[in-house]
């Protein structure tokens, strides 16, 4: 896509990766969600990539009264695209995983590019001992043994599914393969084209955050995909800014959040979502670049609109 076009900020408000010690500021139950997620839009985020967490225990949870309160809490004060995930956590099934966005019918959905190996454990002795909930070194240690699976007939049954009620995706490629997976999903008509790509970099069982590998994926997706498709980075912990940084450069779109990193610069934790939109923003526009406003997005990204959804 040209360089010319506006810059689609996308902020992951809390995911499934990180866990209620290592931060006190990680929304961690529904109306931290909602707050953050507001404010991370005011901040400047077009896209509030979403995962929803139990009130009480502030695990990840596919429950649907809790996405639902999530959604429509966001619907009341933003505009923003509510873009929900389909990958949950590497300990939901797909059917849990499926059962809240196949009611919600929400305007776009994350869906990840394949089975993976995504390790969380090797952060357990920075906090060993300081544990809030029981279940977080638990938790953190079984990726070590687990694998985030989507299959191929996994992927076909999240675009059939939720392509059916009109939803498009956010294509999560953590791996060259990934893009791969993609490209036979477009050659096979399953994909309504042009797509949005997320390119991820810096996930233990995915491709490293560095430069070279960035220019990497991107060339290969451009031999894949020609110019069908527009895209994103997001990278993990303190390779975040710098990497959507040289995203934003090369024409492409960033995500930032708490989802991906707690921090906002060395050893400064981000006291909320918002503080690393406005990070991202600051250079964007420093960079004589333009911010996408939610409906330049939509228009953009192809969206059916906020008004077409189930919540």
């Known amino acids: 896509m040209a360089k010319s076009q506006k810059v689609i900020i996308t902020c992951a408000v809390t995911g499934a990766t990180h866990t209620p010690t290592m931060s006190p500021h990680l929304p961690v139950t529904p109306s931290q969600i909602i707050e953050q997620a507001a404010g991370a839009a005011e901040a400047g985020a077009a896209i509030l990539h979403l995962h929803a967490r139990d009130a009480k225990t502030n695990r990840p949870t596919g429950d649907v009264d809790t996405w639902f309160q999530i959604l429509r809490g966001l619907k009341q004060r933003t505009g923003a695209v509510l873009n929900m995930t389909t990958g949950g956590s590497t300990f939901m099934s797909i059917e849990d995983r499926l059962k809240a966005p196949l009611e919600a019918r929400p305007e776009l959905c994350s869906c990840n590019m394949g089975s993976m190996n995504f390790g969380t454990y090797t952060m357990i002795p920075k906090y060993k001992g300081k544990w809030k909930h029981d279940w977080e070194e638990e938790y953190l240690e079984a990726s070590r043994g687990a694998i985030f699976r989507n299959t191929f007939a996994d992927i076909e049954a999240t675009l059939g599914k939720l392509g059916a009620v009109g939803t498009r995706f956010e294509f999560e490629c953590y791996d060259v393969g ?127 609109g906020g008004s077409d959804v189930g919540f």
């Open 178 to 304: 990934h893009l791969y997976n993609l490209a036979h999903m477009v050659d096979r008509g399953l994909v309504k084209l042009p797509m949005f790509v997320q390119l991820i970099f810096g996930t233990l069982g995915g491709i490293g955050a560095d430069a070279e590998n960035l220019t990497f994926m991107k060339r290969t997706a451009d031999k894949l995909f020609g110019d069908n498709y527009r895209w994103s980075v997001l990278a993990g912990g303190r390779h975040q800014i710098n990497m959507g940084t040289m995203a934003a450069t090369m024409g492409g779109n960033v995500r930032v959040g708490m989802e991906d990193s707690l921090y906002a610069g060395k050893g400064k934790l981000a006291e909320s979502n918002a503080e690393q939109v406005s990070m991202i923003r600051g250079i964007i526009e420093r960079l004589s670049l333009e911010v996408a406003t939610p409906d330049e997005a939509r228009e953009m990204l192809g969206l059916k």
